[in-house]
């Protein structure tokens, strides 16, 4: 279970992340993390969370952004926020290691999720994109976190049903929504 000062790598898509204060030492109220990302790593699918803001603080690097369509780019000491329902995704837009500070309000189960998608890449269970291979244990990742983020595809009564029905047939069948990283994980340097 991801806890407070916690590294937890990503090595697919090239992110690691340390957990600065979670959704226990908030009382549920924030999630704060710094994140290093890697050259020519692509960020998540663009997306949406329907009751999360999102804060972007850059300390080194760009970070490459785009909200409903508009794309931007923010270099160190710049800040932004991702309102609710609003989608977006990130990704490094620079030449070198890219150093920020992220922001989640409320917490949710966000750092449980990047743990979740970290420990399946680690695995080797996942695609080149982060995903996992099996839609079975896809479907049970998004049953754990229904409500709390959407990819803007396939549409959103799709995800509701993969969420609901097929993910309930998963976690029935054993596959987990939620899935540690593992501690003795050595990470790349």
Known sequence: MAKTK???ENPIIGDKFKILISSKDSNGELMKMDVWT???ANGPPEHYHPI???TFEVFNGKLGMREEGKEM???????????????HTFWNAGDE???MNVELRPA???EFFLETIASICISGKAKKDAMPKSLLQF???????DGETYVTNPPLPVQK?????IGGFAKLLGYKGFVPFPENYKPIK
């Open 6 to 8: 916690q590294i937890i």
């Open 108 to 110: 949710l189960k966000t």
């Open 97 to 99: 290691e890219l150093y």
């Open 161 to 165: 049903f993969m969420a609901k029905v």
């Open 52 to 54: 999360q803001s999102e």
């Open 139 to 145: 479907a049970a990742i998004m049953h754990e976190y």
């Open 73 to 87: 780019i923010l270099t160190a000491g710049q800040k932004y926020t991702i309102k609710p329902n609003t989608r």
């Open 38 to 40: 890697k050259v020519g």
